[in-house]
Each structure stands twice: as structure tokens, then as C-alpha cells.
């Protein structure tokens, strides 16, 4: 196939990878790729099908039984997935632009992540070769046994990743996915294929075998819910919506498929009434429209002492004022459009809706521009806990504040939620910081910053922001099989 003149050297023509090869849909099918900054269709991909997904699990699967990747010295997994992580640094103003293109973020932000996701490849890279059991001697003296575990990987992997951070999603996933020896599956989100597509043709480029990563574009309801219902796919790790995690435990039930799964989150940023309100203010800001608040983790409730409420709020206000929204490729621009008509109609029902119920709209809250997908950041004041938009993820640039008392008023509005992803606390007072700290329910709890963290470091969620971990040891154990062997000793 030739490389797609609309999108690239690394993207090819109206293709998917399927055992180390690109080839159409097979119902001949594309999908179109919209530009959200400008609304306009700048080419298309293959639209992927349930026969695409039995021909890249069979694939998959020919991979894993033959071996062509497990069968490789962990050394050699190891350095091949570096070479990867080489490729994908050297190609990263050309990734940076397709994700851009893809979701509307700045191209700056877009170099950015992919530098995260560089860095999760060679994290896991490093797991490769340190895959270890353990040993026991069993039983008594006359008829002791020698027993010791294995970790193998747990097969095929359907990875479906959504469309807010491609790059990044994916190296969540394909990273631990190859460290522990699995073949793979990718589905990128509709809205935002380009990058895992040349993510595919990398990988191949890197000396990963044939089968052993399959990307295969497609619509949730259709290419999604093959790859979970399948049953020859071992293990389905998905980022998205929990209404759609859920919709995945059931399809699941089939084959008792392993399942991770990274769902919604309603973060809480949480100012003590000793917090640095100076330094606070615009990483606060950062920590809620970081990416137009398309991301699971961005802080939507700030919950702001009853003293220092009105203050933060402004300050927080003037600071998203500040920030330039505008064309992924302007100069110093810092938040692009959101990435769909659907999303940014979305956006504005919720905010619609709290003003309805009496919210008001200190800043924002309004579309910007009659091209592109583009909304203000938006401040909401007067917000009561039970309003819509502090009980449900609105995943936009819409920031709910919510005064407090005390301590523990606070610790109970964070958790007074279905989610529990990240959080963070803001104080002076490092004990107070770690008391919020244990109390709070969610997976990652930040101190004086919001989105911060690595990939040696755990993410995930309590309640119904999803089931597993990702990143860190715990990112690679989600993608491994334990087997006990035991033998007896004779004396």
C-alpha cells in the first residue's frame, strides 16, 4: 500500500495493519478524519468491521501460539521495543502533527505527550527481562516437593484506547502489553486514528514481529464490541466512558475474558484554607483546562475553603482568561477545540443545564467562533453538590466551585461521587495534606499540583472509575498469567 498523501509518510492509504501487512477494510469501507479546528474532512481511513477483527485476533493469535514474539529472549524483547521507543522520538514532530490534527490540540502539547509516551516504552522496556516468580520448598522431610511460579503472558490483548491522548493511551496499554510477551489488537477511537496507525507501521519498522501488534480502526458499537465479545482475545484493557466499561464487563462474560479498565473520573482539587493561594491559582487552572479538560484526570470540582472561596475562584477565572484557545498551529496558543460537534454540543447542554439549576457562570460558557470546535473556559460559582454538572463527567473546559467549612465537610464532598481517578490537595501543612490524603477514595492523590505523576507510578480508579492499574509494576502484572509448577524431591 502507499503511504496516504493527505496524512503522511507514516500513515498509509486507506489501511489497517493486519499480520504485518496493510490492507483495506474488508467491506471496502473508510472512515472520514475531520479537522476539529476547522470542521473540514482531511482524508479518510479504513472503517474497520467484525470480519477485520476475526482476521487481526486470528493474526494475533497465529502470533502467540507460534511464539514469533514470546519466543524472542526477553534481552531481545527488550531492546526491540527501545528501538521503538527511538522511532517514535525520532518521529515525533510528524506524530505530534497527526494527533494534533486528529483531536485539535496544539502541536506543542501533542510533542509533549508523545515525550511521556517515549518514556512509558523504555520504562517498560526495562520490565521485559525482570518478569520473575518465586520459589518454595513444600512439605515435610520425607516427602518434601520444590515448587516455583511462572509469569507468562496472558495471550491476546485487545487494547482500545480513546481519542483524547492517543499517543499516550497507547503506550498505557501496547507497553506492558509487549513487555510481558502478549500479541495485540489496537482499536483506536473514530475520532482519532492517525497516530495509532503510524504507531503500527513503527512498530513493524522496529523489529516487532508480524501479528504481534494489529491496528484496526473502527466505531466502538461495532469494531469495540467484537474485540470484547471475541472469543479467542484473552484480555480486553479499554479506556473510555464507564457506561461503555460496563457494556465491556458483559460482553466479557463469554469466554470470563481478563478485563482492565481506565473509566470516567470527577477529580477533586481540594484548597485548604493555609494553601499558597498565589502559587495555587494558575496550576489550578492548568490542572482543570489542561487540553480543553479532555482528559479523565482533569480536577472538574474544586472545593475551596468558605474563607478563601471567592478569592480562588477569581483568581482561577482570570488565569483561564488568560489562556489563548485558538488553531493548533498558532503561535502560543494553549488549548484547541474540542473534538467533535458531539462533544462540544455536550459541553454546552451541561452548561445549559447548570445554569438552569441555578449555577453561575463566573467566566466562559459560551462557543467561541463560528468554525471549529472551540469553547471558553468556563468557571461555575453558586454550584451545589447535587447539580449535574459536579455529579456527571462533562469532559470539557467546564470547572464547578464548591465552598466548604471544614476538613472533613471536604473529604465527604470529594467522596460523594461514583468516580474515584485522582485528586489533589492544596496546603501548606504537609501532615494536613497526608490526612486528606488517606482519606480520600481515589487512585492518585496529588500534593500541591494536579496532573502530575510518571509512568513509574501506578493510575486507576476506585468505584466506578474502573478495575486495574496502569503504569508501574502493577501496569505490567495486568498482563501476566501466575503458574504454580511443583515437583516432588526425592530423597
Not at 465527604?412 to 496546603?427: E, K, P, Q, R
Request: with cysteine; aromatic share 6%; net charge negative.
Amino acid at each position: 500500500m502507499t503511504e496516504n498523501s493527505a496524512f503522511g509518510p507514516l500513515v498509509h492509504d486507506g489501511s489497517m495493519l493486519i499480520d504485518g501487512e496493510w490492507v483495506p477494510s474488508a467491506d471496502g469501507r473508510t472512515l472520514p478524519v475531520i479537522d476539529p479546528g476547522t470542521e473540514e474532512q482531511v482524508g479518510a481511513v479504513a472503517l474497520g468491521s467484525p470480519a477485520d477483527v476475526d482476521r487481526a485476533v486470528a493474526a494475533a493469535r497465529a502470533a502467540h501460539v507460534q511464539e514469533r514474539w514470546m519466543g524472542m529472549s526477553a534481552q531481545q524483547r527488550s531492546a526491540t521495543m527501545w528501538r521503538l521507543s527511538d522511532l517514535i522520538a525520532e518521529n515525533v514532530d510528524e506524530l505530534a502533527r497527526l494527533e494534533s490534527l486528529d483531536v485539535g490540540m496544539p502541536e506543542p502539547t501533542a510533542q509533549a505527550m508523545i515525550a511521556e509516551a517515549v518514556n512509558m516504552y523504555r520504562y517498560f522496556a526495562g520490565w521485559a527481562d525482570k518478569v520473575y516468580g518465586v520459589s518454595a520448598e513444600i512439605g515435610p522431610a520425607q516427602m518434601r516437593f520444590q515448587g516455583f511460579t511462572r509469569k507468562e503472558p496472558v495471550g491476546v490483548a485487545a487494547l482500545i484506547t480513546s481519542w483524547n491522548a492517543p499517543m499516550i493511551g497507547n503506550a498505557m496499554k501496547l507497553a506492558p502489553a509487549l513487555a510481558a510477551g502478549c500479541t495485540t489488537v489496537l482499536k483506536p477511537s473514530e475520532e482519532a486514528p492517525l497516530s495509532t496507525l503510524a504507531l503500527g507501521g513503527l512498530a513493524l519498522a522496529a523489529g516487532i514481529p508480524a501479528g504481534v501488534v494489529n491496528v484496526v480502526p473502527g466505531s466502538g458499537p461495532v469494531v469495540g464490541a467484537a474485540l470484547t465479545a471475541h472469543a479467542d482475545v484473552d484480555k480486553v484493557s479499554f479506556t473510555g466512558s464507564t457506561a461503555v466499561g460496563k457494556q465491556i464487563v458483559q460482553a466479557a462474560a463469554g469466554n470470563l475474558k481478563k478485563l482492565s479498565l481506565e473509566l470516567g473520573g470527577k477529580s477533586p482539587m481540594i484548597v485548604l484554607p493555609d494553601a499558597d493561594i498565589e502559587a495555587a491559582v494558575p496550576a489550578l487552572a492548568v490542572g482543570m483546562f489542561w487540553n480543553s479538560g479532555q482528559i479523565c484526570t482533569a480536577g472538574t470540582r474544586l472545593l475551596v475553603h468558605e474563607d478563601i472561596a471567592a478569592e480562588v475562584a477569581d483568581g482561577v477565572a482570570a488565569a483561564s482568561r488568560a489562556m489563548k484557545v485558538g488553531y493548533r498551529t498558532d503561535p502560543g496558543v494553549e488549548l484547541g477545540p474540542l473534538v467533535s460537534r458531539r462533544q462540544l454540543e455536550r459541553v454546552e447542554g451541561y452548561v445549559a443545564a447548570g445554569r438552569e439549576q441555578g449555577a453561575t457562570v463566573l467566566t466562559g460558557g459560551r462557543r467561541l467562533g463560528e468554525k471549529g470546535y472551540y469553547y471558553e473556559p468556563t468557571v461555575l460559582t453558586d454550584v451545589d453538590p447535587s447539580m449535574t454538572v459536579v455529579r456527571e463527567e462533562i469532559f470539557g473546559p467546564v470547572l464547578g466551585v464548591v465552598s466548604y467549612a471544614d476538613v472533613d465537610e471536604a473529604v465527604a464532598l470529594a467522596n460523594d461521587s461514583s468516580y474515584g481517578l485522582a485528586s489533589s490537595v492544596w496546603t501548606r501543612d504537609i501532615n494536613n495534606a497526608l490526612t486528606v490524603a488517606r482519606k480520600l477514595k481515589a487512585g492518585r492523590v496529588n500534593i500541591n499540583i494536579h496532573r502530575a505523576g510518571g509512568v513509574q507510578l501506578p493510575i486507576g480508579g476506585y468505584k466506578q472509575s474502573g478495575w486495574g492499574r496502569e503504569c508501574g509494576p502493577e501496569g505490567i502484572a495486568e498482563f501476566l498469567e501466575t503458574k504454580s509448577v511443583v515437583t516432588r524431591m526425592w530423597a
